[in-house]
């Protein structure tokens, strides 16, 4: 209820301010307003006579932003600046004002134009405290991708800590600004004390005991929740009852040893799995000459789910002390590798802990892990849910079973050049003008090709995993990243060496490139130098973005073919599946369409047709492998749902199927692999921090049975529809053959080269 002035004074009496935490200095209150504080707005209202009483009994202020580029509040001084360098956050009495979950940015920024961000995920219900640190502050910091659900209450009050980026002066703080981006109708907050005050407390209290003794979070309740080990060994032995009837369950009939639908139309039987396109769609082959749809899953494995624990130990309530039947599964490591992927990342190394394990040897019992009896129960599941492929980053003992088959990536990793582009999650760019990524290429496929040359089961390799191909912006200079972040480089690159000799073959001399690029080059010497920035591609000089991307594909082309080579004389029938891309470039795509029997992408969308444009990939004529895909949600434990984060878990199914029939729709895509078995753990995986629910299996080993159903049925709906078109297509071409016409095969066969395999081994993401 909104009230105006004469209630509003009666009101102040009748139900007094909520007290102000301990510690915290306010320095303006909304709702009793003193001349201490100047208020503006811009697309913003903030009426002078309205103010609230909450259910709670809280008054509050309203403010209104209005539909607008970025409506705005700003709060600054009177005089002067504030000094907050004796506190660690801002904070601010907010409350959504609507019945939905608002998004604001907070803006602090000093005196000397350095300014602080925080994106504040507003929920709908009661007044909280916003604490804003006013020093950078993420989930990251304490070691994992995305922190506990918020608000949380400290001393009987709700409390949201915020996470921010950037730097200020404490000292001197001028402004603090509240906006809403592009709000598409007027959207409003309540708002009564703004301070400074300690964040410790909050923050202990935010991330303290956070994991139990099986691993899971301490901080929500969920139907596959494990509180004993007794439900642990239940829920196996009830599982096992389930996965035999559905193994008992599944038509054999219908498909070769490999998977292959065996009713369809006869391929070419060559004993390895290769590619064809017939009737327009294209299709991966079993050795025995069968269609397959790889339907696959990531990381199947049984080591990859430990935590580091060091240092934030008050972060787990139950860990093994020393002595315990337990303490086998710690262990200790450093992933401190400088890349993009741990920018920010406290608590990347020391000692971990393998909840995973142990969880296992909880439910089966034995005196440690039974690599034996995880294998023929890991397999019998993906079976049973209607998986036919092991993924990447799996445990290669699942391959050696010669069950289901199963891909791999190239571990190319050596001391050759790299060029950054910006992104660099992983790490640079690998330089395939140095002779000596040849030599490791050359190493990384013989040693892959020694085991796995001649196994039927490999579906094939990766040449490598999400490269930074571009920049992460959608600006010219994230486009050609490479190129820029090649000249940037000195000339004992010899990416640099091959760009300037590109440009001194086409040009000539300095004359010929300055007119060319609208510069004023004085002598080619100024390229050589380390640092040196080429102009933006622009209309009135368009051999600049010519040049560009000559030079792309040639590094493409360079990279793949490499790669491919190597492949084809240490592995000549197995197939290379392309990069696995995340971001890319055309020049990259087209290289790998040459030089790759499989295009792979990993595509984190609703639909794959989201994740790029199928129109130019079908001109490229090259299958397509959707490699990485998810849906998450932050409802069971892990904190973060992932890219293509859900509200609730009962949306997941629904999303995967959506997901993997628009992917049958596609005629060029022949695979699509889930991201990933496991759930990772709460407090984040060793590599990155990451801590992601989107598995099929909790951290208990206890699968998500919803999920499980509805992915199930999916994958049993896609094979069964991948038969029913392949049986049309055999009575079409028998009716062609019947006629004296042809049979409308254009078949491709295996192997036109090979792809590049990343700077990094494995569990990359």
């Not at 050609?480 to 073959?505: E, H, I, N, S, W």
């Given at each position: 209820m909104i009230r105006t002035l004469p209630a509003l004074f009666a009101l102040l009496f009748a139900a007094p301010l909520m007290a102000a935490p301990a510690g915290q200095q306010t320095l303006f209150n909304f709702v009793r307003p003193a001349d201490v504080v100047k208020v503006a707005t811009q697309d913003a209202s903030l009426p002078q006579y309205n103010a609230e009483q909450t259910p709670e009994g809280e008054v509050l202020r309203r403010i209104t932003f209005n539909p607008a580029a970025e409506p705005s509040l700003v709060l600054s001084p009177q005089t002067g600046v504030w000094d907050w360098s004796q506190s660690s956050a801002m904070s601010l009495r907010i409350q959504s004002?609507?019945?939905?979950?608002?998004?604001?940015?907070?803006?602090?920024?000093?005196?000397?134009?350095?300014?602080?961000?925080?994106?504040?995920?507003?929920?709908a219900g009661p007044a909280q405290t916003l604490l804003i640190p006013l020093q950078a502050n993420s989930p990251l910091s304490q070691g994992m991708k995305a922190g506990p659900p918020m608000p949380i209450t400290v001393d009987g009050q709700r409390v949201l800590l915020a996470g921010s980026a950037g730097e200020i002066d404490r000292s001197q703080v001028v402004s603090v600004t509240l906006s809403m981006i592009k709000p598409n109708a007027a959207q409003s907050i309540l708002l009564e004390r703004f301070g400074v005050q300690d964040s410790e407390p909050v923050l202990k209290a935010a991330y303290s005991e956070l994991v139990d003794t099986y691993g899971q979070s301490t901080r929500a309740r969920w139907p596959e929740k494990v509180s004993s080990d007794e439900q642990l060994k239940a829920a196996a032995a009830k599982e096992q009852t389930q996965l035999q009837g559905w193994l008992a369950a599944r038509d054999k009939s219908a498909l070769d040893r490999f998977g292959g639908w065996n009713k369809g139309p006869a391929f070419k039987a060559s004993g390895f799995f290769h590619t064809e396109k017939r009737d327009g769609r294209w299709y991966l082959v079993t050795p025995e000459g069968h269609p397959f749809y790889s339907l696959g899953v990531n990381t199947v494995a049984p080591d990859n789910s430990q935590t580091y624990v060091a240092g934030r130990e008050w972060m787990f309530a139950a860990l093994p002390k020393a002595g315990e039947p337990?303490?086998?599964?710690?262990?200790?490591?450093?992933n401190r590798t400088g890349n993009g992927a741990g920018e920010g990342r406290s608590f990347g190394a020391g000692r971990w802990y393998d909840f995973y394990g142990a969880n296992l040897q909880r439910a089966y019992g034995g005196e440690g892990f039974d690599q034996k009896r995880w294998v023929t129960h890991?397999?019998?599941?993906?079976?049973?849910?209607?998986?036919?492929?092991?993924?990447n980053w799996s445990d290669e003992a699942?391959?050696?079973?010669?069950?289901?088959?199963?891909t791999l990536p190239l571990s190319i990793v050596g001391d050759y050049a790299s060029i950054s582009t910006g992104t660099d999650w992983w790490g640079g760019m690998p330089d395939p003008f140095d002779p000596r990524f040849a030599m490791a290429t050359e190493r990384a496929v013989a040693i892959a090709a020694r085991d796995h040359r001649d196994d039927p089961w490999l579906i094939g390799f990766f040449a490598d995993n999400e490269l930074a191909w571009a920049g992460p912006g959608d600006d010219p200079k994230s486009r050609?990243?490479?190129?820029?972040?090649?000249?940037?480089?000195?000339?004992?690159?010899?990416?640099?060496?091959?760009?300037?000799?590109?440009?001194?073959?086409k040009y000539r001399n300095e004359e010929g490139l300055s007119k060319a690029w609208g510069i004023e080059l004085a002598g080619w010497e100024l390229m050589e130098d380390p640092g040196f920035e080429p102009p933006i591609p622009n209309p009135e000089h368009p051999e600049i973005e010519a040049d560009f991307k000559y030079f792309q594909k040639t590094f493409a082309d360079a990279y793949f073919k490499t790669i491919s080579d190597s492949l084809k004389w240490h592995a000549p029938n197995q197939l290379l599946l392309g990069g696995r891309y995340a971001v890319s470039t055309p020049e990259a795509v087209a290289s790998c369409a040459q030089y790759c029997d499989v295009l792979s992408f990993n595509m984190y969308t609703l639909k794959p047709q989201d994740g790029y444009d199928f129109a130019a990939l079908r001109a490229l004529d090259k299958p397509v492998l959707i490699t990485e895909f998810n849906f998450g949600s932050a409802d069971r434990g892990p904190f973060w749902g992932g890219v293509t984060q859900l509200a609730r878990e009962e949306d997941r199914g629904a999303a995967?199927?959506?997901?993997?029939?628009?992917?049958?729709?596609e005629p060029s895509i022949v695979g699509v692999h889930w991201f990933q078995y496991l759930d990772q753990p709460v407090t984040g995986r060793l590599l990155d921090g990451e801590n992601g629910h989107f598995?099929?299996?909790?951290?208990?080993?206890?699968?998500?049975?919803?999920?499980?159903?509805?992915?199930?049925?999916?994958?049993?709906?896609?094979?069964?529809?991948?038969?029913?078109?392949?049986?049309?297509?055999?009575?079409?071409?028998?009716?062609?053959?019947?006629?004296?016409?042809?049979?409308?095969?254009?078949?491709?066969?295996?192997?036109?080269?090979?792809?590049?395999?990343?700077?990094?081994?494995?569990?990359?993401?």
């Open positions: 004002a609507m019945d939905w979950a608002l998004t604001l940015y907070v803006k602090v920024q000093s005196s000397d134009g350095k300014t602080l961000v925080s994106r504040i995920d507003l929920p337990l303490d086998k599964y710690y262990g200790s490591g450093d890991t397999l019998d599941r993906l079976q049973a849910w209607g998986f036919n492929t092991v993924g699942l391959a050696r079973a010669d069950r289901v088959p199963y050609y990243a490479l190129a820029y972040g090649t000249l940037r480089m000195t000339t004992d690159v010899p990416a640099k060496r091959a760009f300037l000799k590109q440009l001194r073959d995967y199927a959506n997901f993997l029939k628009q992917a049958m729709a598995g099929l299996v909790g951290i208990t080993d206890v699968p998500y049975q919803g999920f499980v159903d509805s992915v199930r049925k999916s994958n049993l709906a896609a094979v069964d529809q991948l038969g029913k078109e392949a049986e049309k297509a055999k009575a079409a071409s028998a009716v062609r053959e019947g006629e004296g016409g042809k049979s409308g095969h254009d078949g491709k066969g295996a192997g036109q080269g090979a792809g590049h395999a990343g700077g990094h081994s494995a569990n990359g993401h």
